[in-house]
């Protein structure tokens, strides 16, 4: 049975605040980065992100909040964001001269006067100077012919949304050498190329090490003023405790990021503002923590048998940690396009458990103390991924079922025994992929050691594969319109009409050949992104620790670290799966339609169509039910997804399919015209690797059984499985058992990912409000299971009941 | 032999998370001799197929044209009430079933598109039925689960269930009976060897309450519990607990002294509460009310399942 620590008062109380405060925009950042560029027109390229970054170290006001332990902030006032001018920016301009940040339906923002009038004063450098507007300019020529095209989230302008993001550097190096260190090694290079001269390439790697000194000077000054913070507040301090908790914070900060960490304190103050460094520098989206159990687990042990720390301080330490990691967010461009994470959140991956270098079961005191921290605080952000494996304690299995219940869907679970390998088909030796962690939202990467751009470099990296449908039933038309509200035609391969082909296989390959066609300029625009980002956008902060940076003198950028790929993912395979498969059946084998029909239906979005569409839904098997006839499209869907991604190459090194929506899913389906599937114009598109949301008609084991059916070690970027269930079936210690089954079985079999989507009382009141939309929701209690929607009112109001009391 | 026999099956459901222990996929047999008032599967209790409508899966009579009501051979098909459908905010004009004059062709169903018709009771091969379980059977073994057969009232229909677990234990796997137990002994018999664990109901102890309820006496039930914990078997008892009929602190005593007559064959006794949520599916197959009450407080169930732990019976309520 799980026993859930105490919460101190303090913690409740910083929880409080948490939800409390409303997100504000804060131009402190904005301000010193603006005036910085305007003053330094003469530097470019990495010594000119070196010096902002330690400008800001310098100059940006330090800021501890009451009660706070673990400190750190990139704005002026808690819970505000930040805005990164450098790398895009048309956006907040049209936002503050059109619109109101305040008045947006998730994720409103506080916008001061002031600022708001500084920004708009300032906008005429910027418009100049941010990154998606010099991208732009790059955008290889031939692709204006395509944009449009519904796959691919390259237009004409705009293109960059978003930091490179989704890495995790290597903690261990800034904990456990320090800054300090790394100072002196960057040094020592200069002064050694200085001795022999600059020749051949090394006037480029005297670069790297010389912004590799400055940035790590910027942590050192950044922290020591936050030490200088804390002393002064403990001049001001009458609670005799809290001064000597801040004297100690003080000594701490003064020491560390400078020095190696003594202390388990010490280290996850570390932690935080080394992450904290790299969104001031401008990474702020993604941004992972790798392995933190790993990182703390020695400390703890060594503070804990000398006496220094008990169990419940180092929880509290934990506790308030979290709470610092949820408080970073980002205003971003407010655009359904970009807006895949609403609630305030930055993604901050933390990974718990799994295997050590050796294979060894690597979970300590820290992992349990972290899913504490996330099943009592009940916090959205930050996210976690939970590395299982064979030996994987049960009494972490425990804890972990039990937090997903309270928690919803946190942790993930994540499944060594299929991840390890295919990391080791894209490249890594053994101990290191062992050593991995999750980034991003889900994605396998080397624990700083790589450099594996999963979400994409500067625009996210997903492809809509149901474009591919489209264009090929549609001569290379997507009929969706487009922003002006007209449909631009031919931006894709003409290869004719859904009625033109003779024969299912002749369309399949159609699909294909648009499959293909698209993803080989997706990898065009993106690899040409990272040739451009490398000269504008270097990222010192990062290299200064990713493991293959310092030894070959060379940025993450242009290719330092010690393994390189660039990730993607694929979005809606379970559409073009279901797709290719309503074809083959309704039109091909049992002409239950023509292909004529079926065109038109599609072209109309249904209209007029819906006794077709209803044959389609109900009379049709479909994929995730267990059935090879229709599973074998997804199979071959993925395949030719992952094959083209997996055989290209950037400028650092191959890249790595991945099959994880977040909630882009939804997303693009706005943007998505009607597919032949029966979804209609501006549904969501299916979740991750799973079947179309309801045609997985026969249950969650038969559901499981479709998704098993292809290899996903070729997903070496992530794959993403939502299982949803109903809370009163998981009931209890029994329950929990019958749910780690479900997942063991599931892992054994090649399964990679999962997290549990245990339905909440929330969702079911959404279904009572709007049942069409949930008419395949199933719920259970003893031996008995009925659609949600089907039950009468009262008895949905005592199932609602039935389902908090579960929980 | 199996390429003969067929069951008559209203469903086959996986993840099947409370019908015996770990995760099993379970087999409903359509047909059953008891009539209890509560049933929550009230398709399972005829032996025929029959036709069910699901008002929430009906476009509306707009939208197909009436396909059901043209189609049916016997005019038993005419318009009914209306829903409002809260995507397009119309309303949408249903159809009825006119029971005493449909026979259950089916022809209807067969117009139906969106299946709000639909013919509930499909025959199957036990080779059907093993292909759909066999699938599950990695599940079943992390979890020390199985198969179950359940129904209506798995043994009336023999010779299907009989070579079902007999395949299921040929395979190794885990078999479960979810059974009234009101069958013959000769029937009851034959299945002991296959089956590794019996869902067994009791649900009043008085004969004459226990006939004026369900329509059947509860001799032959409480007979064949008995034989069979001679025989070996292994139980896990099950008590719905109903409001108004067997939710006497007596009738609950008389139970728990008659589960410790079985003895060692007890591995548990389920208390399962009373819930209104099958009344729902009653309207599928039937215009008639079914009566409903009030679900047993946790006080109630709490103090019946502290009658079983007293006399030294493990209990849980679900």
């Known amino acids: 049975m799980v026993k859930w620590n105490d919460i101190t008062p303090r913690v409740q109380k910083m929880r409080a605040r948490y939800r409390s405060t409303q997100p504000r925009l804060c131009t402190a950042r904005y301000r010193l980065v603006t005036e910085f560029y305007m003053d330094n027109m003469q530097l470019t390229g990495i010594l000119k992100r070196a010096k902002n970054f330690k400008n800001l170290c310098e100059k940006l006001p330090v800021l501890i909040n009451d009660d706070e332990i673990i400190v750190g902030e990139q704005v002026t006032s808690y819970r505000a964001s930040a805005i990164f001018p450098e790398i895009t920016f048309r956006w907040i301009v049209d936002e503050l001269t059109n619109g109101d940040p305040m008045a947006r339906e998730s994720d409103p923002y506080i916008v001061a006067e002031e600022d708001k009038e500084y920004i708009l004063s300032t906008a005429d450098f910027w418009l100049h100077n941010n990154m998606s507007q010099i991208w732009d300019e790059y955008l290889p020529e031939g692709y204006h012919a395509h944009s449009g095209n519904g796959m691919l989230m390259f237009h004409d302008e705009n293109n960059t949304t978003t930091p490179v993001g989704h890495f995790c550097v290597d903690f261990n190096k800034a904990i456990n050498k320090g800054f300090g260190a790394i100072k002196r090694e960057a040094e020592e290079k200069m002064a050694e190329m200085e001795k022999n001269g600059l020749y051949g390439d090394s006037s480029k790697k005297y670069s790297f090490y010389r912004a590799v000194a400055i940035v790590s000077d910027g942590m050192i000054i950044w922290t020591k003023r936050y030490a200088a913070e804390a002393k002064r507040l403990a001049g001001l301090e009458n609670d005799m405790d809290r001064r000597a908790e801040l004297l100690g914070m003080s000594e701490s900060l003064n020491r560390i990021m400078e020095n190696p960490c003594e202390t388990f304190q010490d280290a996850v103050q570390c932690i935080y503002l080394y992450y904290l460094a790299l969104c001031l520098d401008g990474q702020q989206h993604g941004l992972s923590l790798g392995r933190v159990d790993q990182y703390l687990g020695k400390f703890y042990e060594a503070d804990i048998a000398a006496g220094r720390l008990t169990p419940e301080k180092a929880q509290e330490i934990i506790d308030l940690f979290y709470l610092k990691l949820a408080e970073p967010n980002k205003m971003c461009q407010y655009d359904p396009t970009t807006i895949a994470n609403p609630g305030y959140t930055s993604g901050n991956l933390v990974t718990m458990g799994g295997v050590d270098r050796d294979g060894k079961d690597a979970t300590n005191p820290v992992t349990y103390l972290m899913l504490q921290a996330s099943g009592r605080l009940i916090l959205h952000s930050p996210p976690q991924a939970l590395r299982i494996h064979k030996n994987t304690p049960d009494e972490l299995w425990e804890l972990a079922i039990e937090t997903t219940k309270r928690a919803g869907g946190v942790p993930t679970f994540e499944y060594d025994g299929v991840i390890i390998p295919a990391l080791v088909k894209r490249g890594m030796a053994l101990e290191d992929a062992r050593n991995y962690c999750l980034i991003g939202c889900v994605e396998p990467s080397g624990c700083g050691d790589e450099w594996a751009q999963p979400g994409g470099t500067g625009c996210e990296s997903y492809i809509n594969l149901v474009g591919a449908v489209l264009l090929a039933m549609n001569n290379g038309t997507n009929p969706m319109p487009g922003r002006d509200g007209k449909v631009k035609p031919n931006t894709g391969l003409k290869l004719g009409y859904l009625y033109d082909y003779k024969t299912f296989e002749e369309f399949q390959d159609a699909v294909r050949q648009q499959m293909e066609y698209f993803i080989r300029w997706h990898v065009s625009c993106e690899n040409m992104w990272e040739s451009v980002a490398e000269q504008i956008h270097p990222l010192p902060l990062v290299s200064a620790t990713i493991e293959g940076c310092m030894e070959k003198g060379r940025d993450v950028m242009s290719g330092g670290a010690k393994y390189n790929s660039t990730g993607n993912s694929a979005i809606g395979i379970g559409n073009v799966a279901e797709c290719l498969n309503v074809i083959k059946y309704a039109v091909f084998d049992k002409k239950l339609c023509t292909a004529r029909e079926l065109y038109d239906a599609v072209m109309a979005d249904w209209e007029g169509y819906e006794e077709l569409r209803q044959i389609i839904v109900n009379e049709v098997p479909h994929f995730g039910n267990a059935l090879d006839e229709c599973d074998q499209f997804s199979r071959w869907t993925a395949k030719v997804y992952a094959d083209a991604i997996n055989s290209s190459h950037g400028p650092r090194g191959r890249w790595s399919a991945g099959c994880y929506p977040v909630t882009l899913n939804t997303v693009m389906g706005w943007f998505t015209w009607a597919s032949p599937d029966g979804r209609k114009k501006g549904s969501p598109l299916s979740d991750g690797i799973s079947p179309v949301q309801g045609y997985d008609k026969s249950g969650p084991l038969a559901c499981l059984n479709s998704v098993l059916g292809y290899d996903q070690t070729d997903f070496g970027n992530g794959t993403l499985l939502n299982m949803k269930l109903h809370p009163t079936s998981l009931k209890g210690e029994d329950g929990n058992r019958k749910l780690r089954a479900v997942m063991e079985t599931y892992f054994e079999r090649g399964g990679m990912e999962l997290q549990l989507n245990i339905v909440s009382s929330d969702t079911l009141r959404k279904a009572q409000e709007h049942p069409e939309e949930y008419k395949d929701l199933v719920v259970r209690v003893a031996g008995f299971s009925a659609y949600f929607v089907e039950v009468f009112k009262d008895c949905q109001d005592d199932l609602i009941r039935r389902t908090e009391m579960a929980i | ?318």
């Open chain 2, 1 to 318: 032999m199996s390429e003969t026999v067929r069951g008559r099956i209203y469903d086959i459901q996986g993840f099947s998370v409370q019908d015996g222990p770990g995760i099993r996929t379970t087999v409903f047999l359509k047909g059953c001799p008891l009539r209890c008032p509560w049933c929550h599967s009230p398709e399972s209790q005829l032996f025929t197929p029959q036709l069910s409508w699901i008002s929430m899966r009906c476009i509306g009579t707009k939208m197909c044209d009436s396909r059901c009501v043209t189609s049916c051979p016997k005019q038993a098909i005419e318009l009914g009430g209306t829903r409002l459908d809260s995507a397009s905010g119309e309303e949408l004009q249903m159809v009825h079933v006119k029971r005493d004059v449909c026979d259950d062709c089916g022809e209807c169903a067969a117009a139906c598109h969106p299946h709000a018709l639909y013919i509930c009771g499909e025959e199957y091969t036990v080779d059907e039925v093993m292909k759909k379980i066999l699938a599950d059977r990695s599940f079943f073994e992390h979890s020390g689960g199985g198969a179950t057969v359940s129904g209506g009232e798995a043994l009336c229909q023999p010779e299907f269930t009989l070579e079902l677990l007999k395949r299921l234990k040929a395979e190794g796997i885990h078999t479960a009976l979810d059974t009234t137990g009101y069958a013959s002994w000769e029937v009851v018999e034959r299945v002991i060897p296959y089956t590794d664990l019996f869902l067994y109901d009791l649900k009043h102890m008085d004969s004459k309450k226990h006939r004026e309820t369900v329509g059947v006496p509860n001799e032959p039930i409480l007979e064949n519990a008995l034989r069979l914990a001679e025989c070996g078997a292994k139980f896990q008892i099950r008590i719905p607990v109903i409001p108004m009929f067997n939710d006497s602190v007596e009738n609950i005593e008389a139970t728990a002294d008659f589960c410790l007559k079985l003895g060692e064959a007890v591995e548990v006794v389920q208390l399962l509460p009373y819930h209104n949520l099958g009344v729902s599916k009653h309207l599928r197959i039937s215009d008639e009310k079914v009566a409903e009450a009030m679900p047993p407080s946790d006080e109630k169930m709490q103090s019946f399942k502290e009658i079983f732990t007293r006399k030294g019976i493990k209990a849980t309520i679900h």
